[in-house]
């Protein structure tokens, strides 16, 4: 790789780096399987860096594999999974211990998510991507987006400590799981 792909790679991980990790933490409900995941997409992304940064969005490229490289992990290996007793702690933001259990209890109905429904709810909700956005990400129909979304919050709705988060999540931007931008 040249010395100036080098250059905006590395920029591209700097500027990405907590975004990646947070959303690989969504998807993965563990702190360092988050991280190794972060790496191991961005490991990827490297080798093609030259293609991917020619590409209207390279974030969501690298958003892609993160989805794909989590896929990955179920497929190789069936590891049941624990959650942390408490989720990383996020600079700046002063939480009192009703919203840091809502959280908690949040990732363990993430946790209980089949996959695919686990990557649209995180994309979709969390990191507010349009269904469009999901559907191109997971290389999907927004049919499928609008399906598993819906799958996935009735989910969450009745895991315990969830009802009054869930129906926060369905309506976090007043559209309801059928909205699009």
């Not at 896929?71 to 600079?91: G, I, N, Q, W």
């Not at 290389?139 to 799958?151: L, M, N």
């Not at 969830?162 to 999540?169: D, T």
Request: charged residues 30%.
């Amino acid at each position: 790789m040249q010395a100036e792909q080098e250059d905006r790679f590395q920029e591209f991980v700097r500027a990405r780096w907590s975004r990646l990790v947070r959303t690989a933490y969504l998807l993965t409900g563990d702190v360092h399987h988050a991280e190794d995941l972060t790496q191991t997409a961005l490991a990827k992304a490297y080798r093609s860096w030259r293609r991917i940064s020619r590409s209207d969005n390279p974030e969501a490229y690298v958003r892609r594999m993160l989805v794909s490289c989590n896929s990955d992990r179920f497929r190789k290996r069936r590891v049941a999974e624990a959650l942390t007793a408490a989720p990383p702690e996020r600079a700046g933001r002063d939480e009192g211990p009703g919203r840091v259990e809502e959280r908690g209890s949040l990732l363990a109905g993430l946790a209980q998510l089949p996959p695919k429904q686990r990557a649209v709810v995180v994309l979709r909700y969390w990191e507010d991507l349009s269904e469009a956005e999901v559907a191109e990400v997971l290389g999907c129909s927004p049919g499928t987006v609008k399906s598993q979304a819906s799958k996935g919050l009735a989910k969450l709705r009745t895991y315990p400590g969830l009802a009054p988060v869930g129906r926060a999540v369905s309506g976090g931007r007043g559209q309801g799981q059928g909205g699009s931008r």
